[in-house]
């Protein structure tokens, strides 16, 4: 598993599994409100007392275009940095 650190995110990509968490805070409890658009299966999650997005867990990581990635993705993401991501 490798760690990355960009701006105020924290990422954890599994190699093995393929997915790659992303998030923007530290989560309590949350829930899935997003299941992936534009052919990206992802989970998009917020947190349960507050209702803010704190993270996004993407599956199938390697095989998606990073060009798509910022377009389906909320802008709370946009300037996390996917090529740092291995």
Do not use: C, W
Request: proline share 1%; aromatic share 10%.
């Amino acid at each position: 598993m490798t760690r990355v650190k960009a701006m105020n995110y924290r990422a954890n990509y599994n190699k093995e599994h393929d997915i790659l968490d992303v998030l923007t805070e530290k989560v309590r409890k949350s829930y899935v409100v997003e299941r992936g658009k534009r052919g990206i299966s992802y989970y998009l999650m917020k947190d349960q007392e507050t209702n803010r997005i704190v993270g996004v867990e993407i599956l199938d990581f390697s095989r998606v275009e990073r060009g798509l990635l910022k377009k389906a993705l909320p802008r709370l993401f946009s300037q996390f940095d996917f090529s740092t991501v291995s």
